[in-house]
Nanobody, 119 residues
Framework: QVQLLESGGGLVQPGGSLKLSCAAS????????MGWYRQAPGKQRELVAT?????TYADSVKGRFTVSRDNAKNTVYLQMNGLKPEDTAIYYC???????????????WGQGAQVTVSS
C-alpha cells in the first residue's frame, strides 16, 4: 500500500556530511508526519528528527542535522553535518498517515540506510 524508499547512506569520516532521502509512494490520502529514526548495534531504535505540525529533533543531533520535506514529492530529507562516530547506525525513514478520509493512521517504515562514521 505504502512504500518508503531510502537513499543516501554510506561511509563518511568524522566531521563529514551526508544527506538521506526518503520517497513515499502508494495510496496515501494524508500524511501526518514524516521523519527519521536510527538504531545502533545493541541499542533500541530512537528518534532522530520528525516533521509534523512541529519539527522535533533529538538533543544529540540538534544544530548538526536538518530535516526537511517536499510535500509535492512526498519526500523527506535528512541533512547530516558534523557527523560523529556515535552517529553510526541504520537510519530508518518513517511516515504516519492515512489511506482514506477519516481513516485510521498507520505507521510505515523504510528498509533502512546504513550510515557509518569512521576514520
Amino acid at each position: 500500500q505504502v512504500q518508503l524508499l531510502e537513499s543516501g547512506g554510506g561511509l563518511v569520516q568524522p566531521g563529514g556530511s551526508l544527506k538521506l532521502s526518503c520517497a513515499a509512494s502508494g495510496s496515501i490520502f494524508s500524511i501526518n508526519a514524516m521523519g527519521w529514526y536510527r538504531q545502533a548495534p545493541g541499542k533500541q531504535r530512537e528518534l532522530v528528527a520528525t516533521i509534523a505540525s512541529v519539527v522535533t529533533y533529538a538533543d544529540s543531533v540538534k544544530g548538526r542535522f536538518t530535516v526537511s520535506r517536499d510535500n509535492a514529492k512526498n519526500t523527506v530529507y535528512l541533512q547530516m553535518n558534523g557527523l560523529k562516530p556515535e552517529d553510526t547506525a541504520i537510519y530508518y525513514c518513517n511516515l504516519d498517515g492515512s489511506l482514506r478520509s477519516s481513516g485510521p493512521t498507520y505507521r510505515y517504515w523504510g528498509q533502512g540506510a546504513q550510515v557509518t562514521v569512521s576514520s
